[in-house]
């Protein structure tokens, strides 16, 4: 079965560095791009950015360029998302999920997901 | 960049059925997928690019695309059909593709 298993919930102070994990099973986790997708409270779902974990190659949204570093370790089939400095816009669930379908990305969809980790900042 | 445009809520009587579109300028030239998200849950697909149902999805569960607008349709909705709704695609318009999503649609089970 394909699954991926986040690191569980954190509370942070802000200013406070944070870096989560998306552990990947049951398939060649250097074969598919992991994606990143934040969800604030009662709001939908956003983008934040994706990587190949067979090279490495990341690509971030616009709106999260500059503020979170995604990176992986495929030895361990894991994918991370990490902040230096986080702020209470920073409280959100973050979800990782397989970003399925091929390695050009356009016709992509995310699937399976993780169960997500809440994160929460405040001071 | 372009945007994935859903209606905010849909409501429908069990046994009715219901259709959630999402609107979309590339969406002629790319594929859209759909994901339910029910209340304390991570999302799950339930279609693929735009009519393609993975398995374990019940059948009542189907994908359209039209133009610039994709419809997701539930036939006999269940009770358990209640959920939110996000539609997601590709935005191939800058320098390297970027993922959009809708901004999701609350199905109301009546």
């Known amino acids: 079965e394909v699954q991926l298993v986040q690191s569980g919930t954190e509370v942070k102070k802000p200013g406070e560095s944070l870096k989560m994990s998306c552990k990947g099973f049951?398939?060649?986790?250097?074969?598919?791009?992991i994606g990143w997708v934040r969800q604030m409270p009662g709001k939908g779902l956003e983008w934040m950015g994706i990587?190949?974990?067979?090279?490495?190659?990341?690509r971030y949204s616009p709106s999260f360029q500059g503020q979170v570093i995604i990176s992986a370790d495929k030895s361990i089939s894991t994918a991370y998302l990490q902040w230096s400095n986080l702020k209470a816009s920073d409280t959100a669930i973050y979800y990782c999920?397989?970003?399925?379908?091929?390695?050009?990305?356009?016709?992509?969809?995310?699937?399976?997901w993780g169960q997500g980790t809440l994160v929460t900042v405040s001071s | 960049s372009y945007e994935l445009t859903q209606p905010p809520s849909v409501s429908v009587s069990p046994g009715q059925t219901a259709r959630i579109t999402c609107s979309g300028d590339?969406?002629?030239?790319?594929?859209a997928h759909w994901y339910q998200q029910k209340p304390g849950q991570a999302p799950v697909m339930v279609i693929y690019?735009?009519?393609e149902r993975p398995s374990g999805i019940p059948e009542r569960f189907s994908g359209s695309s039209s133009g610039t607008t994709v419809t997701l349709t539930i036939s006999g909705v269940q009770a358990e059909d209640e959920a939110d709704y996000y539609c997601?695609?590709?935005?191939?318009?800058?320098?390297?593709?970027?993922?959009?999503f809708g901004g999701g649609t609350k199905l109301t089970v009546l």
């Open positions: 999920a397989r970003f399925a379908g091929g390695t050009t990305v356009v016709s992509n969809w995310f699937d399976p």
């Open positions: 049951g398939y060649s986790f250097t074969s598919h791009w």
């Open positions: 990587i190949y974990p067979g090279d490495s190659e990341t």
């Open positions: 590339a969406l002629p030239k790319q594929y």
């Open positions: 690019k735009d009519t």
């Open positions: 997601q695609s590709v935005d191939t318009s800058g320098s390297y593709p970027h993922v959009l």
